[in-house]
């Protein structure tokens, strides 16, 4: 029985090896780009944060709610790393509950799948772009612009719209289309918001510890607390990923609105700054040592009040108005970055045309799908990764005839 796998990313690597495991099944995985993992190489900031030790029902979307749930039961988080282990890889998660591999390099994880990949029964196809899908029969014909391969099953783990330079693209979602499936709307998610606000210039790269929430016409739309990173364009960073799932989709007036000190309270922050008032400091040192020196210039005059001053010359009022550009400070939102600059494609190939014990089709007996170009994305922290594990290794079980 010969299984063709369509893209050699990580859900497409993990399902060619649960395939495999069949020693009657032959296994051909083609890939498009010269190499295998392209994207998985660049995942976690080149650290690949390959899952999450939470990853179980919570933290995922798809309009098929649910649908992810017995792909992620049956392959769980500490059996994957299990997995991982079998084939090499050790690991390490952090507190939070992010998992890395021990190595600290995602070229590691890349690369125990490609070793694990040389077996007798797994042929992969590198350069091989898919381009037509038909079916015969029993049968499916997978077509490039060179050359045709039959196969008695067929699993398209061909990924997500997400990260174009790294390999995303909307061919798994034609592929899938042209068999009778249905894609519903695709978005960026985990992705950099665009802001309105001339301080960004001076902020690039500036990394602060906060507590971030989203308004949409004056009404909490999200809030969460870590890391935000300013960038040319916007706001960044995990906190951002966190709370921008659909935030500048429609109309009305979006904003963030930043605490920049989220664990001292407005008295402890009025009280320091009164300290400051004894020093022969000029008023752009106000709030050197409480946050990123950056920031606190571009705050203090966020506050309206001019780096010529001084400290102690400053009154009652203006020590206010910078306690709260620290504490409530507000930013306009425009739109999110593109899909280039997302990590994940939120939306995808309607789930429910899916059986989510096996992946496969409910239309197209012998066909199945995984990964990321179903309607199923995850949260930020290795919940996408795990998504693509699982669902790769249930839809090669089923497709290699061993589940
Ligand atoms: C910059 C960045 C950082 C990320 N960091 C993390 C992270 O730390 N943790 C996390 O959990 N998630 C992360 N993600 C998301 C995660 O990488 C994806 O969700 C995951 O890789 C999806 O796996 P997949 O197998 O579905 O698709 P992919 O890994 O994208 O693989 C799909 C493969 O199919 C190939 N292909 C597509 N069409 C064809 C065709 N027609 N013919 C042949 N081959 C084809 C592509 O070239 C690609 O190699 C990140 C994403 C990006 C862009």
């Avoid at 990924?159 to 899938?176: D, E, I, P, V």
């Avoid at 950056?294 to 206010?320: H, K, N, Y």
């Avoid at 799908?369 to 998504?387: I, K, M, R, S, T």
Wanted: glycine share 12%; with cysteine; aromatic share 8%.
């Amino acid at each position: 029985m010969v299984i063709g796998i369509i893209g050699g990313g990580a859900s497409g690597m993990a399902a060619a090896l649960a395939a495999a495991e069949n020693p009657k099944a032959e296994v051909i995985l083609l890939e498009r780009q010269a190499r295998v993992g392209r994207k998985l190489q660049a995942t976690g900031n080149g650290r690949c944060n390959l899952s999450n030790l939470h990853a179980v029902k919570q933290g995922y979307h798809s309009r098929e709610e649910g649908f992810y749930q017995y792909a992620l039961e049956k392959y769980p988080p500490e059996e994957t790393l299990a997995w991982f282990e079998r084939l090499g890889l050790f690991t390490v998660a952090e507190p939070s509950g992010r998992v890395y591999p021990y190595s600290d390099q995602a070229n590691s994880v890349v690369d125990v799948l490609r070793f694990a990949l040389d077996k007798p029964n797994i042929q992969v196809k590198l350069g091989f772009e898919v381009e037509k899908i038909k079916k015969t029969g029993d049968c499916f014909l997978i077509e490039s612009r060179e050359e045709g391969l039959p196969c008695d099953k067929l699993i398209v783990a061909c990924g997500g719209l997400a990260g174009t330079k790294l390999g995303g693209s909307m061919s798994g979602y034609k592929l899938l289309r042209s068999l009778g499936h249905h894609c519903t709307k695709l978005r960026p998610a985990l992705v950099q918001l665009k802001a309105d606000w001339s301080g960004l210039a001076a902020l690039k790269g500036v990394r602060a510890c906060c507590r971030a929430a989203i308004y949409h016409d004056e009404a909490l739309f999200s809030e969460s607390r870590g890391e935000l990173q300013f960038t040319e364009y916007g706001l960044s960073g995990p906190v951002i990923f966190e709370i921008s799932r659909d935030a500048c989709q429609g109309g009305g007036r979006w904003t963030c609105r930043l605490d920049f000190l989220p664990d001292k309270s407005l008295d402890q922050l009025e009280a320091a700054l009164l300290r400051k008032q004894e020093t022969n400091l000029p008023a752009s040192e106000l709030l050197t040592g409480i946050v990123h020196n950056r920031l606190g210039r571009v705050l203090t005059q966020a506050a309206g009040i001019g780096g010529q001053r001084w400290i102690r010359a400053l009154s009652r009022e203006d020590l206010a108005a910078v306690c709260r550009a620290v504490k409530d400070f507000e930013i306009i939102l425009t739109e999110p970055m593109g899909m280039d600059a997302a990590q994940v494609t939120a939306g995808g190939i309607d789930a429910g045309e899916f059986h989510p014990q096996t992946m496969e089709s409910r239309l197209v007996p012998g066909l199945y799908a995984c990964g990321e170009v179903l309607d199923v994305d995850g949260d930020c922290g290795g919940y996408n990764l795990q998504w693509a594990w699982s669902s790769g290794r249930l839809a090669g079980g089923h497709g290699g005839g061993l589940l």
